[in-house]
T-cell receptor, first 112, second 116 residues
């Protein structure tokens, strides 16, 4: 069955360093992959979308890579700040009806 | 301001009761979705609707019902048939086919349902 895996353990990073989060998937060939940020008790907020023919996408301090051979996406936050602390979710589009399959998310903690 | 609203933010239900969660959007999006979020799990799709007066079951539709009588509104009813309804419920909308970000979803603030 289709499966998405994100690190279940929280990731602790020192302020100013680069945080790297991983999203792996199996039994699937998505056309798109998305990353969202979710703060406690809130709905997810869209950050970046990357297509299968794109290797890398950037937005300010954020960078996403997409390796369809490895079936993996990496999400990087450079010059991390305590305000970047949140749970980050990856999601893959499923089929032509625009449904998304979601990872469980990785909690990122940026320590001052 | 455009966005999605959900109400109430917190909801308590006694066993055997049906409850309805509200979701309204003014983004003029055609598609709307209901998800359930449990600790340690990804969002799971309950129902979705791509157009008014039409909706489809998601992966975990049993014990839930929806309606889509208006483009702006997609209420979710959690029925007494749902055996484990305590969870965080998220409503989302999207506008497929209108540019590059065809399936980006915009979420409401969520409703936390607790069964007493």
């Amino acid at each position: 069955s289709q499966k998405i895996e994100q690190n279940s353990e929280a990731l602790n990073i020192q302020e100013g360093k680069t945080a790297t989060l991983t999203c792996n998937y199996t039994n699937y060939s998505p056309a798109y992959l998305q990353w969202y940020r979710q703060d406690p008790g809130r709905g997810p907020v869209f950050l970046l979308l990357i297509r299968e023919n794109e290797k890398e996408k950037r937005k300010e301090r954020l960078k996403v890579t997409f390796d369809t051979t490895l079936k993996q996406s990496l999400f990087h936050i450079t010059a991390s700040q305590p305000a970047d602390s949140a749970t980050y979710l990856c999601a893959l589009v499923r089929g032509s009806n625009y449904q998304l399959i979601w990872g469980a998310g990785t909690k990122l903690i940026i320590k001052p | 301001d455009g966005g999605i609203t959900q109400s109430p933010k917190y909801l308590f239900r006694k066993e055997g009761q049906n409850v309805t969660l509200s979701c309204e959007q003014n983004l003029n999006h055609d598609a709307m979705y209901w998800y359930r979020q449990d600790p340690g799990q990804g969002l799971r799709l309950i129902y979705y609707s791509q157009i008014v007066n039409d909706f489809q079951k998601g992966d975990i539709a049993e014990g839930y019902s929806v309606s889509r009588e208006k483009k702006e509104s997609f209420p979710l009813t959690v029925t007494s048939a749902q055996k484990n309804p305590t969870a965080f419920y998220l409503c989302a909308s999207s506008s497929p086919g209108t540019g590059g970000l065809t399936d980006t979803q915009y979420f409401g603030p969520g409703t936390r349902l607790t069964v007493l």
